[in-house]
């Protein structure tokens, strides 16, 4: 027997608004210009979530939801909304959370391999071309054939030199390989590392479950990603999430539908997950968010314009709070039309021109009903949080890092054996191979010459004479590794001694 969670009431508009938790993994979009509510709004229906269990993974891109672990505080005008709303159960309160971080300052390290993000969601972090993107496809095709784990990016450069060094090898099996390709690839690592993007691979890997926790009072962990320094380097944060989320689609089981969601994401700033995508991505985007409702798992866009959802996309969103859009420019107007259009009419609402006069906390709201269908839109105004509105301080920020159950599982970085090491490996026995070749050959005409002659000083000759061939074999030898690692060669060895 299953039991019907109560509907988050979103808020009131010519009754009270509520969105259905049964229909909550059918996606949403929360979209309006800035300083129109987005925020606020993304932190009540994380509250709301959590209250009824469902675990929440949301970006925080300004630092500001950070205030959702801590009680809110009175007001004349929360006062205000919530005897407008008719919230009779409403009491300030904090709630659980935990914090992460891809530079690990902010909260706990959160990492991927390379292994795991794959080559299409790597070239796009990467910018790559067509070409570079066939390699660098090939190179992750060489290394799941060699079972050869990629882990961080010294692995996947590890990779990129072996297939170029050994490319005519590698011809007849994947196709050709180009240098100038190769070198682009390893050029864009450089500039990737510049920007972080080191941080993001190595293991500990995050382990998913970590994110789907709750409390011991039963409600649903919030998961914040400090994403004010990713910004900086969107293409690194829209490929973080695209990860996140295929990751999620892959790896959780089929549940079908339940009375309420396993998890709920919150992407902000959610145009960051598909500009410059090209049409294959986006098509793999698409399905993944159409299929991954089957998995128990709500997406829910957050973005200053609905035109920044392509259009397969944002017809997977059924749950929609649309907060004011200004109507500047051609491009603006545009987008008031578009979303306007989306919403199921009200007859007695101008749905088009209220979007331009909404005020700070309305929406214009329209969720599903309990077979699926939209709600008539209404004009609504959004309930307040429980939650402190702002930021916490960076002390208390830590001594919640320093409290969670997560602390230390991630601080520390693993190093475990993958491709760099096994390259390695391989290389340093190929020079012990080689250098046992040149002694034997040393040896050999050592003997040969020794065969020509006699006596025991002719004899201790050919000793000398062996000794010295065997002694330039090993220098040799010895120098070409020390030139190949200072050349930044397959071994890369010599670097790795004087760590």
């Given at each position: 027997?299953?039991?019907?969670?109560?509907?988050?009431?979103?808020?009131?508009?010519?009754?009270?608004?509520?969105?259905?938790?049964?229909?909550?993994?059918?996606?949403?979009?929360?979209?309006?210009?800035?300083?129109?509510?987005?925020?606020?709004?993304?932190?009540?229906?994380?509250?709301?979530?959590?209250?009824?269990?469902?675990?929440?993974?949301?970006?925080?891109?300004?630092?500001?939801?950070?205030?959702?672990?801590?009680?809110?505080?009175?007001?004349?005008?929360?006062?205000?909304?919530?005897?407008?709303?008719?919230?009779?159960?409403?009491?300030?309160?904090?709630?659980?959370?935990?914090?992460?971080?891809?530079?690990?300052?902010?909260?706990?390290?959160?990492?991927?391999?390379?292994?795991?993000?794959?080559?299409?969601?790597?070239?796009?972090?990467?910018?790559?071309?067509?070409?570079?993107?066939?390699?660098?496809?090939?190179?992750?095709?060489?290394?799941?054939?060699?079972?050869w784990l990629l882990?961080?990016?010294?692995?996947?450069?590890?990779?990129?030199?072996?297939?170029?060094?050994?490319?005519?090898?590698?011809?007849?099996?994947?196709?050709?390989?180009?240098?100038?390709?190769?070198?682009?690839?390893?050029?864009?690592?450089?500039?990737?590392?510049?920007?972080?993007?080191?941080?993001?691979?190595?293991?500990?890997?995050?382990?998913?479950?970590?994110?789907?926790?709750?409390?011991?009072?039963?409600?649903?962990?919030?998961?914040?990603?400090?994403?004010?320094?990713?910004?900086?380097?969107?293409?690194?944060?829209?490929?973080?999430?695209?990860?996140?989320m295929s990751e999620?689609?892959?790896?959780?089981?089929?549940?079908?539908?339940?009375?309420?969601?396993?998890?709920?994401?919150?992407?902000?700033?959610?145009?960051?997950?598909?500009?410059?995508?090209?049409?294959?991505?986006?098509?793999?985007?698409?399905?993944?968010?159409?299929?991954?409702?089957?998995?128990?798992?709500?997406?829910?866009?957050?973005?200053?314009?609905?035109?920044?959802?392509?259009?397969?996309?944002?017809?997977?969103?059924?749950?929609?709070?649309q907060h004011a859009?200004?109507?500047?420019?051609?491009?603006?107007?545009?987008?008031?039309?578009?979303?306007?259009?989306?919403?199921?009419?009200?007859?007695?609402?101008?749905?088009?021109?209220?979007?331009?006069?909404?005020?700070?906390?309305?929406?214009?709201?329209?969720?599903?009903?309990?077979?699926?269908?939209?709600?008539?839109?209404?004009?609504?105004?959004?309930?307040?949080?429980?939650?402190?509105?702002?930021?916490?301080?960076?002390?208390?920020?830590?001594?919640?890092?320093?409290?969670?159950?997560?602390?230390?599982?991630?601080?520390?970085?693993?190093?475990?054996?993958?491709?760099?090491?096994?390259?390695?490996?391989?290389?340093?026995?190929?020079?012990?191979?080689?250098?046992?070749?040149?002694?034997?050959?040393?040896?050999?005409?050592?003997?040969?010459?020794?065969?020509?002659?006699?006596?025991?000083?002719?004899?201790?000759?050919?000793?000398?004479?062996?000794?010295?061939?065997?002694?330039?074999?090993?220098?040799?030898?010895?120098?070409?590794?020390?030139?190949?690692?200072?050349?930044?060669?397959?071994?890369?060895?010599?670097?790795?001694?004087?760590?």
């Amino acid at each position: 027997m299953t039991t019907t969670v109560e509907p988050i009431i979103v808020g009131k508009g010519e009754r009270p608004v509520p969105l259905l938790p049964k229909m909550a993994n059918r996606h949403g979009l929360i979209a309006g210009a800035t300083g129109t509510g987005k925020t606020v709004t993304l932190q009540v229906l994380a509250e709301e979530f959590s209250n009824r269990g469902v675990p929440v993974f949301a970006a925080d891109i300004k630092g500001d939801l950070s205030g959702i672990s801590q009680p809110g505080r009175a007001h004349p005008r929360i006062d205000e909304r919530v005897e407008i709303i008719g919230l009779t159960d409403f009491e300030f309160r904090g709630f659980p959370v935990t914090f992460w971080d891809v530079f690990g300052r902010q909260g706990h390290p959160v990492r991927t391999t390379v292994s795991d993000m794959g080559p299409l969601l790597l070239s796009r972090l990467l910018n790559l071309n067509e070409t570079q993107q066939g390699v660098l496809t090939l190179v992750f095709r060489v290394a799941d054939d060699n079972g050869w784990l990629l882990l961080d990016l010294k692995d996947l450069r590890s990779m990129l030199r072996f297939v170029a060094e050994n490319a005519r090898d590698f011809r007849t099996l994947y196709g050709n390989i180009s240098a100038a390709s190769v070198g682009a690839i390893q050029r864009r690592l450089l500039t990737l590392e510049d920007q972080g993007g080191k941080k993001l691979f190595g293991e500990p890997a995050l382990n998913l479950q970590d994110m789907m926790q709750t409390d011991d009072q039963g409600r649903g962990m919030i998961n914040l990603l400090a994403a004010d320094q990713l910004m900086n380097a969107p293409m690194l944060y829209g490929t973080f999430l695209l990860w996140l989320m295929s990751e999620l689609f892959e790896n959780l089981p089929e549940v079908g539908d339940r009375e309420k969601p396993r998890l709920v994401l919150f992407f902000d700033e959610a145009h960051l997950l598909f500009d410059d995508a090209s049409d294959v991505l986006l098509d793999k985007i698409e399905q993944v968010v159409r299929l991954i409702r089957s998995k128990g798992v709500g997406v829910y866009f957050v973005t200053q314009n609905p035109l920044d959802i392509p259009d397969p996309v944002l017809g997977q969103l059924g749950n929609r709070v649309q907060h004011a859009l200004r109507a500047y420019t051609p491009r603006d107007q545009k987008a008031v039309k578009a979303a306007a259009d989306t919403f199921r009419p009200n007859p007695r609402l101008d749905t088009r021109r209220v979007i331009t006069e909404l005020g700070v906390g309305e929406a214009l709201v329209s969720t599903l009903d309990a077979k699926g269908r939209p709600r008539m839109v209404q004009r609504t105004l959004i309930r307040p949080p429980r939650s402190q509105i702002g930021p916490i301080t960076k002390r208390l920020r830590r001594e919640l890092m320093e409290d969670s159950l997560l602390a230390g599982v991630y601080e520390k970085r693993v190093d475990r054996q993958s491709a760099y090491e096994i390259l390695q490996q391989r290389a340093q026995e190929l020079a012990a191979k080689q250098q046992a070749e040149e002694v034997a050959k040393a040896r050999e005409k050592a003997l040969k010459k020794a065969a020509r002659g006699s006596g025991g000083r002719q004899r201790q000759s050919v000793m000398e004479a062996f000794l010295k061939s065997a002694a330039r074999a090993v220098g040799s030898q010895a120098g070409r590794q020390i030139m190949r690692g200072i050349l930044g060669s397959l071994f890369g060895g010599s670097r790795r001694r004087r760590r």
